[in-house]
Each structure stands twice: as C-alpha cells, then as structure tokens.
C-alpha cells in the first residue's frame, strides 16, 4: 500500500515563498509521475505541476515561472517550490502519485496541506 506524507503548508504573505514535501512509501513502480494538486474552496481540484519519473515536467499556466517541482527518486520524494505567492494561490494542496500496476495506471492521494497566503 502506497503512502504519501505531506509536509510545509502555512501563512505567508504575498510575494513570500513556500516549499512543500511529500514523502511516498510502500511498494511503487518505477514507472510513475508525482505531482502537486490544489484545491480552493468551492473550487474543483487542478493540476499545479507534475514531474515524471524520467524528470519531465508539466505545469499549470497560472504557476509557471514562480513554482518549480523536483524529485529524489532514491527518496521517493516530490518537492514544490512556490515564490512569489498570491492570494489567488490559497488552496489544500494534494500530493499525487501515479504509478503502473501491470497494466493499469493506479493513482495515490496525500491528506492535503493547507497553503493561505494574505494579501
């Protein structure tokens, strides 16, 4: 069974800088994605960024140039670094985990740490 484990949400004020953890453990296939999700409330829940177990990213228009994701894979770890921080960028962020079982893609979710940043 696959775990994620997330750490570094909190208060910060505009223009300020994060950096969130998330820490997979558990059984995982060495073909797999992580990434970071958010959620604003009475939002749907987005994609933020992803980065493949080859290195490749992805990330959401709104957080190009101001959030960078990275990964130790001998860590099994994803990091986010947010800077520049917005109001708008206050959600729960979900940590995510994407692997192939045989022949299915399988996807794990973390708790969600909250990130609030005030203007």
């Known amino acids: 069974q696959v775990q994620l484990v997330e750490s570094g949400g909190g208060l910060v004020q505009a223009g300020g800088s994060l950096r969130l953890s998330c820490s997979a453990s558990?059984?995982?296939?060495?073909?797999?994605?992580m990434g970071w999700y958010r959620q604003a409330p009475g939002k749907q829940r987005e994609l933020v960024a992803t980065i493949g177990s080859g290195g490749n990213t992805n990330y959401a228009d709104s957080v190009k140039g101001r959030f960078t994701i990275s990964r130790d894979n001998a860590k099994n770890t994803v990091y986010l670094q947010m800077n520049s921080l917005k109001p708008e960028d206050t959600a729960v962020y979900y940590c995510n985990l994407g692997e192939l079982e045989n022949v299915r893609w399988v996807e794990h979710w973390g708790q969600g740490t909250q990130v609030t940043v005030s203007s």
């Open positions: 558990g059984s995982i296939s060495k073909i797999n994605a």
